[in-house]
T-cell receptor, first 113, second 111 residues
Framework: GESVGLHLPTLSVQEGDNSIINCAYS??????FIWYKQESGKGPQFIIDIRSNMDKRQGQRVTVLLNKTVKHLSLQIAATQPGDSAVYFCAEEYTGANSKLTFGKGITLSVRP | DAGITQSPRHKVTETGTPVTLRCHQT?????MYWYRQDPGHGLRLIHY???????DKGEVSDGYSVSRSKTEDFLLTLESATSSQTSVYFCAISDTSYEQYFGPGTRLTVT
């Protein structure tokens, strides 16, 4: 697979702790907000999405929170594991004819053993 | 990688030469996308397709063209490669635009 040296901000957490990854989005009219995970040498992988009319959504070990008042999105990962080490991207979508995603710049999560 | 392949996986080419990257899917998804990923910029959309022969521009489409003559194939062409097009290129597919599945990427170096 391919990787890019992205020179991104890094969040370092201890294995077993909870991680919180934050993102500010730009378009108050966006309908969906999504988190993607990109492991080294691979393409991004869909994790979880949340619709704009919700403020919280839970998945397996992950929770996404949406605060539309301050245009803020966060991804919480419970009991962080070494396999969670990756670059995490938030993305937003304004639905309409042939809508598309706008990605944030990404944050690197590093899990310390 | 959700039935997506990209070819070639690596390519080195000279400035001014044409280059075509291929994305092939076996999922029969309607939408296909080409992104480039660069340090400091994250993922940026080049072009996308919402059906056979239906394509549209993304935010960084200058210098690129695309074609989709079959559901399963989406081609990205650099008519005359420049050094600024050195990047990692990702193809993605989806049936809903927000849940996209990405291919493994192509590293293109233009010398």
């Amino acid at each position: 697979g391919e990787s890019v040296g992205l020179h991104l901000p890094t969040l370092s957490v201890q294995e077993g702790d909870n991680s919180i990854i934050n993102c500010a989005y730009s378009n108050s009219a966006s309908d969906y907000f999504i988190w993607y995970k990109q492991e080294s040498g691979k393409g991004p992988q869909f994790i979880i999405d949340i619709r704009s009319n919700m403020d919280k959504r839970q998945g397996q070990r992950v929770t996404v929170l949406l605060n539309k008042t301050v245009k803020h999105l966060s991804l919480q990962i419970a009991a962080t594991q070494p396999g969670d080490s990756a670059v995490y991207f938030c993305a937003e979508e304004y639905t309409g004819a042939n809508s598309k995603l706008t990605f944030g710049k990404g944050i690197t999560l590093s899990v310390r053993p | 990688d959700a039935g997506i392949t990209q070819s070639p996986r690596h390519k080195v080419t000279e400035t001014g030469t044409p280059v075509t990257l291929r994305c092939h899917q076996t999922e029969n998804h309607r939408y296909m996308y080409w992104y480039r990923q660069d340090p400091g910029h994250g993922l940026r959309l080049i072009h996308y397709s919402y059906g056979v022969k239906d394509t549209d521009k993304g935010e960084v489409s200058d210098g690129y063209s695309v074609s989709r003559s079959k559901t399963e194939d989406f081609l990205l062409t650099l008519e005359s490669a420049t050094s600024s097009q050195t990047s990692v290129y990702f193809c993605a597919i989806s049936d809903t635009s927000y849940e996209q599945y990405f291919g493994p990427g192509t590293r293109l170096t233009v010398t």
